[in-house]
């Protein structure tokens, strides 16, 4: 039995098969209707979430099988302290796949360890949000039709984004991939992903607080939302909010092919002005998300 907490827990050979599969949905979706019959997913969410959480049930839904869960910590029994593994096992009971989402670093690995069914990580705290990143490379894939040979830009919050922090670790396996971080100084990516992930590996980077500049070289921009709720106060987040705002005039210097990505909510960080733009991604990124989702249930519950 495999669950999915960190992007590195799949190969690329895994991944370049999730994005076949992926592709073949999108070609041929009634094909897929009934994989998942009988089959259930439970959806365990103690933090918010629009498109995770339904792109989730959507896709098991579209696998013809049904789902389960709750969509705040307060009407479960985390209210009462529960914890996550106890959470996990009772589910197991219940359902065949959970995917969970939690503000505390580390929570869903916690959680597989004593559950009896596969869990998913849908995003841990300010650490990791792997099926973000599948999300995000299937876009990729379908934009730019290779891994290798890309330089993506990050902007925004790459300290407590962690669909960065997965996007990163994931990209960095691929040939010729070069990474531009653009934020403020105090939303610099953590210590350990520098270190670890792009240093000790010799991976290609450059940290800037300027967008525009280096615009004309970016074949990806990923911006991202300021995470407030990781913030410890709110004078800092207010002053650090609006650090990035995207306008067609800031992209006027861009490769006439660059893919404009973002993992959504936006708040402020793109003006509406680009969502007619053909280098806009962000609204395929979301139809991408159920498709791939579909792709990793099938995975995990190990159906043909
Ligand atoms: C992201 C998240 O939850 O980390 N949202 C998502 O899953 N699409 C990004 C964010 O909330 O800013």
Redo the contacts with the bound molecule.
Sequence with gaps: MRSLIDILDLTTAEIDELIETGLDIIANPSKYAHKCDGKKLATLFYEP?T??RLSFEAAMLELGGSVLGFSEANSSSAAKGESVADTARTVSCYADIIAMRHPKEGAPLVAARKSLIPVINA?DGGHN?PT?TLTDLLTIKREKGRFDNLTIGLCGDLKF???VHSLICAMSRYENVKFVLISPKELMIPEYLRQEYLIDKNIVFVETTDLVGVMPELDILYM??V?KERFFNEADYLRLKDSYILTLDKMKDSKPDLAVLH???RVNEIAVEIDDDPRACYFKQVFNGKIIRMALIMKLLEVE
């Design positions: 979430s498109r995770t995003g949000h973000q984004g962690r669909t991202t939302r995470q993992p959504l909510p």
